[in-house]
């Protein structure tokens, strides 16, 4: 038998050939060891470490975890433990340990001795990462090229189907932005301008998406032919192709590298350019160069072709001009007649009156709501025209010949448009007619239009007749356009109603009252499945390193499948990670079976949809539909699941939203509530106070005139100076108690809100405030204004108390300079108030609308500081505010809102 001795040397020798030491720790001295093979496994000196001298080599970061197993193993939860953590050696270097710790115990049970084995296994770390960076590299690689194999593709085909519609377009600008697009796909992150020569510049007609800001007005307003890029593009016969950009030549062209552009000669004059810029590259290659040269070929075709078209068109209009202009009488009625809309009749009756009348341009004007829709144009019509008949919110007021007819109901002949008084100057020299459009209830609906040269001299008797009869056929059609309009939005409100109820049926509900979501997804995930073929729908959340699975509907078809879905997928697994990477969804016709998991495991799957569920436009899940059967996905599927995910989204958005607004609410409410009450006292507060002091300040003044006669006429002149100084005073308190009222009873009348002209209510304000001051010289500029909604008595108090200043405040100037003038709003109106006296410090404006707060002297200009404090809190209670600007010399405008009257129903009238 064998020594103890042999033994110890024996199981050293194991220890030393394994890599791994022992060591033993006495809990109850707080004393440990450590074998000489453990020493050297871990590089330290000591061999007797307390508690703390070993901890002192555990990294920071895993050492909760190394005393979270100690306690385990003290407390009885665990007999044993195994354990990896980082460990510093005495000359700092880390490395890996695997710890395997047992414990005894005394009769009691007690924790007496820790004891075990430790080894180094460093080594199988750094393998461990090795192999799971290569494999992310791999991965990388791999997104790398099927995104370019697919970007090659896509160009490939935009290059078929530019060239297939090359034969067939006969729309320039169209194949130029077909063109753009394929050149796009070929050129990743380049751009693409097609210009066209006008007023002596070349300005850009279509540009690639990426072009917007200043360098898009640029190009749009145009580039001089000096251009160097332009310049160089015209001199080449098949285009040039720069290897070094200048950015000088061109504004916010500093990110681009290289240049190339093709001269698209017609007939032998250029008149339109392509030109494209690229970012981060190093040159063209021949392939690009080909690319290019052949597109510009192809457009120059276009324009050649369009060119000839357009002569032939030209020629064939000449020729049948005289034809139509001598059919056109005939069968101009029946032709009306046909028509079912007023667009039908203006679309047929238009390119038939024009050349009868040798109109230069025809307009038929509808009207909507007392404001000029759209007109429908013909011919040629004057730009200055075009601009103002077609501006948004165009009204009736504003354009004159079209009110005058619309008050007579009666037609308009002028052979000279500007001749003629009121007119707009902007408008051409031009002979003009306009005949009403009305319906069989002799309802306006609009004006037919036309303009020609006076050169054609006055308008005959028959041309007057064909537009009055146009005219009637368009009252005609407008009716029926009205009925049909009616019938159809009745049909479409129907049909929104039933779709709506069917998607309720499937989903809304749900979006709506859930605020939890799953349950949302779950519901989604259900309504997928029975709109695609057999299959299932997950849906996975990112935790830590692992996509979880959150809710599942459908089975996964393969028990393997499962068990590894339930244990979480890793979080580089490309199906997952691409749509929660690029925000995008990821669609596979043909799923790669084993790109996220074993082959065997997901033979029965054959197409993928992967899509991102964003909060927020940031990714919190994804969702996984997969289908059993071959299935290429279609826009429609697309459009279905990408509408269901974008609900979802915005439901959860809508659900965290609400839980903010309600706790918003609450708050405001509370806030609310105690400031009415605050008001309230104030306001009592300020009642009452005024009612007792006038009775003292009463006393005051009736004795001191008391005093006055009890001491007659001979009175020493300093003690009448105090007398009279009592008697201001007392006055000045009166008017400063009727202020406080006049505030008090403001805060407390109730509103009585009406609809107030304030043209009508301004100028009585302003002949009220004038008459005061009959002896100064005042510059009145009053602006339109507008009819609003408010209690008519408060609001003359305001304008009353800021014309007022603004009158007193002008005092020292020879002229004073008042002017009034409304600003529409989208849901308000804003007056404003401008004066040139004498301004105001604006570091102090704040104080402006406080109670007896005032920034001047009471002898240089009288007050009471309550004028423009009634002001602010009347329209406050109109749901407007008030405002101040200015400055010391040079006058002030005072500006205030008041809600349109469509908005008044929100405003608290108590």
Request: hydrophobic content about 40%; charged content about 25%; overall charge negative.
């Amino acid at each position: 038998m064998s020594s103890p001795q042999t033994n110890d040397v024996r199981l050293q020798l194991a220890l030393r050939a394994a890599h791994q030491g022992a060591w033993e720790f006495d809990l109850r001295s707080n004393t440990g060891y450590r074998s000489p093979e453990l020493r050297e496994l871990l590089g330290v000196q000591q061999g007797d470490p307390s508690l703390t001298d070993y901890l002192a080599h555990v990294d920071a970061a895993d050492r909760a975890l190394v005393m979270q197993a100690f306690a385990e193993l003290r407390s009885g939860q665990r007999e044993e433990s195994v354990l990896q953590y980082r460990f510093l050696r005495d000359d700092q270097q880390p490395l890996w340990v695997e710890q395997h710790t047992f414990v005894e115990r005394d009769e009691r049970g007690a924790a007496v001795r820790l004891y075990g084995l430790s080894r180094d296994i460093t080594a199988q770390k750094q393998t461990e990462q090795a192999l799971h960076d290569l494999n992310a590299t791999l991965e990388a690689r791999v997104t790398q090229r099927t995104q370019q194999l697919v970007e090659e593709r896509a160009a490939q085909e935009a290059y078929v189907a530019f060239t297939e519609a090359v034969g067939t377009e006969t729309d320039v600008l169209a194949l130029a932005r077909q063109a753009i697009i394929m050149l796009r796909l070929r050129f990743v992150g380049g751009t693409v301008v097609y210009y066209e020569y006008q007023d002596n510049l070349w300005k850009a007609q279509a540009w690639s998406e990426d072009v917007g800001g200043e360098l898009l007005q640029t190009l749009v307003a145009g580039l001089p032919t000096t251009t160097p890029l332009i310049q160089s593009a015209l001199d080449s016969d098949s285009g040039f192709f720069s290897g070094l950009w200048n950015p000088e030549q061109i504004s916010h062209t500093e990110s681009y590298s290289t240049a190339a552009g093709y001269p698209l000669a017609v007939q032998g004059q250029i008149k339109h350019l392509l030109l494209l810029g690229l970012k981060d590259t190093g040159g063209w290659t021949d392939q690009d160069q080909a690319l290019v040269r052949a597109v510009g070929r192809s457009l120059r075709l276009a324009l050649e072709r369009a060119e000839v078209v357009a002569e032939l068109g030209r020629r064939t209009r000449d020729l049948d001009r005289a034809r139509r202009q001598a059919e056109m009488l005939a069968v101009l009625g029946e032709s009306l007649q046909r028509a079912t809309t007023p667009d039908e009749v203006a679309g047929l009756a238009l390119p038939r009156i024009g050349p009868a009348i040798q109109a230069q341009s025809m307009l038929v004007v509808q009207l909507e709501d007392g404001q000029i829709r759209l007109p429908t144009l013909w011919g040629d019509t004057p730009q200055a025209v075009v601009d103002y008949m077609t501006r948004p919110g165009l009204k009736l007021s504003e354009a004159p010949i079209l009110q005058r007819v619309a008050q007579s109901r009666h037609s308009i002949y002028l052979n000279n448009y500007r001749a003629e008084p009121g007119t707009l100057a902007t408008f051409p020299e031009l002979a003009g007619a306009v005949e009403p459009i009305c319906l069989p209830d002799d309802t306006l609906g609009g004006f037919l239009v036309a303009w020609r040269k006076e050169e054609h001299g006055a308008w005959l008797e028959h041309e007057q007749d064909l537009l009055r009869r146009a005219a009637n056929t368009l009252g005609l059609a407008l009716e029926r356009a009205v009925q049909a309009r009616q019938l159809q939005m009745q049909k479409a409100e129907v049909e929104s109603r039933n779709a709506a109820l069917e998607a309720v049926a499937q989903l809304s509900r749900d979006l709506m009252f859930d605020t939890d979501r799953y349950p949302l997804v779950r519901r989604a995930q259900e309504i997928v499945l029975r709109l695609v073929p057999s299959g299932y729908a997950a849906y996975y959340e990112p935790e830590g390193e692992l996509w979880r699975l959150k809710t599942l509907a459908g089975d996964f078809g393969d028990p393997g499948l499962e068990a590894l879905a339930e244990a979480g997928f890793p979080f580089g697994s490309p199906t997952l990670r691409t749509p929660w990477t690029t925000r995008q969804p990821f669609y596979q016709d043909v799923y790669t079976h084993g790109l996220d998991t074993p082959p065997e495991m997901v033979q029965h799957i054959h197409a993928v949809a992967t899509l991102p569920l964003l909060m927020n436009e940031a990714p919190v899940g994804v969702l996984v539909v997969a289908l059993f059967g071959q299935r290429t996905w279609t826009s429609v599927d697309k459009a279905v699941l990408e509408t269901t995910v974008s609900g979802l989204g915005l439901a959860a958005e809508r659900a965290e939203q609400a839980r903010e607004l309600t706790a918003q609410r609450d708050a405001l409410d509370v806030r609310t509530q105690a400031l009415g009450a605050a008001n309230e006292e104030l306001e009592a507060f300020a009642y009452s106070v005024s009612h007792d002091l006038r009775t003292p300040v009463r006393h005051i003044a009736s004795f001191n005139d008391l005093v006055r006669k009890a001491l007659g006429s001979e009175v020493d002149p300093k003690v009448g100076r105090y007398i009279g100084v009592i008697d201001q005073a007392a006055r000045r308190m009166n008017t400063l108690i009727d202020a406080m009222l006049d505030l008090s009873r403001t805060s407390r009348q109730p509103l009585r809100p009406g609809l107030v002209d304030l043209g009508t209510l301004v100028a009585s304000v302003q002949i009220e405030v004038s008459a005061e001051v009959q002896d100064r010289r005042i510059e009145w500029k009053l602006g339109h204004l507008p009819l609003v909604m408010g209690d008519l008595e408060l609001l003359r108090q305001v304008m009353l108390n800021l014309l007022s200043n603004a009158v007193k405040y002008t005092g020292p100037r020879p002229v004073a300079q008042i002017e009034v003038w409304a600003e529409e709003r989208p849901d308000e109106w804003a007056v404003f108030v401008r004066d040139n006296g004498v301004g105001f410090d604006p570091r102090y404006g704040d104080k402006l609308f406080g109670v007896f707060q005032r920034l001047h002297r009471q002898e240089d200009f009288e007050g009471n500081g309550v004028g423009l404090a009634n002001v602010r809190r009347i329209l406050a209670r109109h749901g407007g505010q008030v405002t101040a600007e200015g400055h010391v010399g040079t006058g002030a405008t005072f500006a205030f809102t008041l809600p349109r009257p469509d908005q008044m129903g929100q405003v608290d009238s108590s």
